[in-house]
Structures are given as C-alpha cells and as structure tokens.
C-alpha cells in the first residue's frame, strides 16, 4: 500500500462546476499538507498549505484535512478553464521526517 | 525574490550516453536542494537532496548521481544513461533552518529526457 493515495482521474468538469479533489494516507505522522498544481510540462507551484486538521480558504480554493480519517481535500469553487491543470498532494511530518511524500496527481479539465 | 533555473528544458539522448542537467536558484542563500523524477501516472519519485555544498543523501539506488559544487548550484549526472532514466526530471529548493515547519518545496520548470 503507498502511503498517499490519490484518485488519478481523469477528471472532466464544465465551467463553474465545484471541484473536489482527494487523497488518503496511512502515515498517522504527517503533519503538513499541501496542494501542488502542474500545468503542462511545467515543473508543480504551491497552491496551499495547511497544518493538521481544519480548513484553508485562499479565493476560490479550499483546503480540507480531516487527521481522523487521514483524508486530505483540495475544492476549486467557479471553476475555469485556467484551473485545467495536474494537482499534486504532498505531505510530512515533523523534524526529520519533513520530506515530503507526494501523491500521483490528478489530472483535470474544465471545459468552456 | 528567488528564482530557480533548469536546463536543458529537453534533452534527447542514446542509450550509454552520459547526462548533465543543472540547476541554480536566485536571491537565497545555503537553500535545500533536490532533484526529483516524475514519471508519468507516477508522482515524484526523490532522488537526491542536498542541505549543503558537497553534502548529498541518495534515496534511490541508481545509475545516477548528483553534485552541489557551489551554494546555489546542483548538479544531475550519469556516465552511462539506460532506457529507463527516460522521465521529467526537477529541481527544487526549500528554506533551510525552518525547525519544524513545513518544508515547502519551490520547483523549477523541468527537464523532460528522452532516452532511446
């Protein structure tokens, strides 16, 4: 079993549809969460990130961790064409464990 | 504001040619730096990091290698490239001294290498 799992779509949504994206973990030590996005042939950006359990809202993206449940969510409200993109979870844990384990990635597309 | 920079963008090459892809970042200094490989459906595989000049912990056994010769430059090198070194390669550099806080990455564009 990895220990990020994340759904790698396709995932195919019109314009202005509300978005969730998931992941889940087995590594009760992860602390930190964040949400990476890659455009195309692009190396990833930071979209968010967020501390143990609780929500994040940045504009239209919010984040969601649940510690409990070790599932992690990124939604995308109004989402556009622009959002068309790969998103990557990340996670880590404290002190020496703080490399980050990534997810596979989602692929979506948000079509006009 | 910092920058990071990774070249060549592409790079095709046969199969027991040897491999150098660079990588420099801007407006730090001493970052952590990283070379990961993302191959497709995948997510990023860590290859090395480095948290200072000459230091460099390996986390795959491979064919490959890597250098840090000056603060803000690190280096990704084979002798003899296989079939399977084909992949999206990345650099990146995070804060050193951030305690225990997040080790938020920043990545540059990527090397996308063609092996045949």
């Known amino acids: 079993q990895k220990e990020v799992e994340q759904d790698p779509g396709p995932l195919s949504v019109p314009e202005g549809a509300i978005v969730s994206l998931n992941c889940t973990y087995s590594?009760?030590?992860?602390?930190?969460f964040m949400w990476y996005r890659q455009y195309s042939r692009k190396g990833p950006e930071l979209l968010m990130y967020?501390?143990?359990?609780g929500n994040k809202e940045d504009g239209r993206f919010t984040a969601q961790v649940d510690k409990s449940s070790k599932y992690i969510s990124l939604f995308i409200r109004d989402s556009q064409p622009s959002d068309s993109a790969t998103y990557l979870c990340?996670?880590?844990?404290?002190?020496?464990?703080?490399?980050?384990?990534f997810g596979s990635g989602t692929q979506l597309t948000v079509l006009p | 504001s910092q920058t990071i920079h990774q070249w060549p963008a592409t790079l095709v090459q046969p199969v027991g040619s040897p491999l150098s892809l660079e990588c420099t970042v801007e407006?730090?200094?001493?970052?952590?730096l990283y070379w990961y490989r993302q191959a497709a459906g995948r997510g990023l595989q860590l290859l090395f990091y480095?948290?200072?000049?000459?230091?460099i912990s390996s986390e795959v056994p491979q064919n490959l290698s890597a250098s840090r010769p000056q603060d803000r430059q690190f280096i990704l090198s084979s002798k003899k490239l296989l079939l399977s070194d084909s992949g999206f390669y990345l650099c990146?550099?995070?804060?050193?001294?951030?305690?225990?806080?997040?080790?938020?990455?920043?990545f540059g564009a990527g090397s996308r290498l063609t092996v045949l």
């Open positions: 480095s948290v200072g000049i000459g230091q």
């Open positions: 967020t501390y143990s359990s």
């Open positions: 990340a996670m880590s844990g404290k002190g020496s464990a703080r490399q980050l384990t």
């Open positions: 590594n009760s030590a992860f602390q930190y």
């Open positions: 407006g730090t200094s001493n970052p952590n």
């Open positions: 990146a550099w995070s804060v050193t001294g951030q305690g225990t806080g997040a080790n938020v990455l920043t």
